[in-house]
Every structure is written in C-alpha cells, then in structure tokens.
C-alpha cells in the first residue's frame, strides 16, 4: 500500500463518517431539526462543535484530498520528465515534489495509529 491509498482510504472514511454525522443535527437544542429538551451548549463549546460540524469536515477532507491528488500527479510528472530526458522540468517538478511530500508526510501521521501506517512515513 503506499502513503497516497492510504491517505485516500483514511479520507474515505472520515467523508463516510462525517456524512453520517450531517444527517443528525448538530445544532443545541435540536435532535433531528426539532426543538429538544436538551440543555443549550455554552458559548464555547458552540463554537467547538461549529468548528468540528460535519461540513466543515467536509470541506477539510477535500482540501486534503486536493493536497493527496496533487502529490500523486506530481510524482506521475516527475518520473514522465526524468525519464524522457527533459531535466529541467525534472529539477522544478523534484522541488515541488519534495514540498509536498513534507505535507503529505505529515497528514499521515495523523493515523500513526491505524493498523495499515508505516514506519517509513514517519517524517
């Protein structure tokens, strides 16, 4: 497996997670867009949950998927442009592929802890 399926798995499930969370409400004082008994949440802790809601989740995952793709692509080009020769394109893209290496490097020791992360990743 390498870092970009894993990434990409680890993306699927947190989309797959977070899409479960936005069909409930995450509002106080709602269950299901209904008016609840519940207790409201404090100012902070709204703010929290707002910070953490499911569609900001969203919007984080395909942010990181972007960066992951991104990665993936310039790895393609980088091994297109060193193998034809072209060394100048080879030099430029191996620049922009070490940076984003560093990014992606760094996502993935986000789930150090899962099963599939490899030691290697470690930057």
Do not use: C
């Not at 995450?26 to 299901?32: A, L």
């Not at 902070?44 to 991104?70: C, F, G, M, N, Y």
């Not at 072209?86 to 592929?97: G, K, Q, S, W, Y």
């Amino acid at each position: 497996m390498t870092i970009t399926e894993f990434l990409t798995a680890r993306l699927d499930e947190d989309e797959s997670t977070a899409r479960m969370a936005d069909s409930a409400s995450s509002r106080p004082g709602e269950v299901d867009g209904e008016p609840s008994a519940a207790a409201p949440f404090l100012p902070q802790q709204q703010r929290h949950i707002d910070r953490w809601s499911p569609a900001r989740a969203l919007v984080d995952i395909a942010a990181k998927r972007t960066i992951v793709e991104t990665y993936e692509e310039l790895g393609r080009v980088l091994t297109k442009a060193s193998d034809s020769g072209h060394e100048d394109e080879a030099i430029v893209t191996r620049n922009l592929f070490a940076g984003l290496q560093v990014a992606v490097l760094a996502h993935a020791m986000t789930f150090a802890d899962h099963p599939d992360y490899r030691a290697e990743w470690q930057s």
